[in-house]
């Protein structure tokens, strides 16, 4: 198993340019979930997926959208990209969540963007 | 909505000595988990507690449920350079709410 996969590694963006950024888990995860991370802020939830289909929104949620059409991928789009938006992404997949049961989160290795 | 807050935010030991980082929670948990992110790495699951007043070892850390379920710890005892890293708790619902981290440095 690959687990968790997330491309590309390093971005840089102009502002107001738009991009994806990739992730998919190969582990036939039901939750799915994107963060970003900031010096002294942890991380934050962007969105989230609870199955293909079904997405929520998490925490910080202005300036990003995301769909989950299959099981596997979870990919976040940023809009129109602001210096605001540097920091670096991690897409993570669970088996399940919700109130009864909760599994680890597998977490992909991070996208490092950059805004200019 | 829910928050969860760790502390210290960072914190300097000399190798072999203890380390704590406490996490709390504005509402009730249903469970808890804790992880860890090694420099330039990404985050790892470390353990998942679920029960009131749970106790749990590895090795050299100790994680511990509080009775409420509003709040957790993580021991590490005599640490070693290898403890170096972020530890980040996360309550467990229909998301994780994720803490906001507690930096460990370990002086050698």
């Known amino acids: 198993n690959a687990g968790v996969t997330q491309t590309p590694k390093f971005q840089v963006l102009k502002t107001g340019q738009s991009m994806t950024l990739q992730c998919a888990q190969d582990?036939?995860?039901?939750?799915m979930s994107w963060y970003r991370q900031d010096p002294g802020m942890g991380l934050r939830l962007i969105h989230y997926?609870?199955?293909?289909?079904?997405?929520d929104q998490g925490e910080v949620p202005n300036g990003y959208n995301v769909s989950r059409s299959t099981t596997e991928d979870f990919p976040l789009r940023l809009l129109s990209a602001a210096p605001s938006q540097t920091s670096v992404y991690f897409c993570?997949?669970?088996?399940?969540?919700?109130?009864?049961?909760?599994?680890?989160?597998?977490f992909g290795p991070g996208t490092r963007l950059t805004v200019t | 909505g829910q928050q969860v807050m760790q502390i210290p935010q960072y914190q300097h030991v000399q190798e072999g000595e203890d380390f704590t980082t406490y996490c709390n929670s504005s509402t009730t948990l249903s469970n808890i988990q804790w992880y860890k992110q090694r420099p330039g790495g990404h985050p790892v699951f470390l353990i998942q507690?679920?029960?009131?007043?749970e106790v749990k070892k590895q090795k050299r850390l100790t994680f511990q449920f509080g009775e409420a379920k509003k709040n957790s710890s993580l021991h590490i005892t005599a640490t070693q350079t290898t403890d170096v890293g972020t530890y980040f708790c996360?309550?467990?619902?229909?998301?994780?709410?994720f803490g906001t981290g507690t930096s460990l440095t370990v002086i050698p």
């Open positions: 997926s609870v199955g293909a289909g079904i997405t």
């Open positions: 993570a997949s669970s088996y399940r969540t919700g109130q009864g049961a909760t599994y680890e989160q597998y």
């Open positions: 582990m036939n995860h039901e939750y």
């Open positions: 507690l679920v029960k009131s007043g």
């Open positions: 996360a309550g467990t619902g229909n998301q994780f709410y």
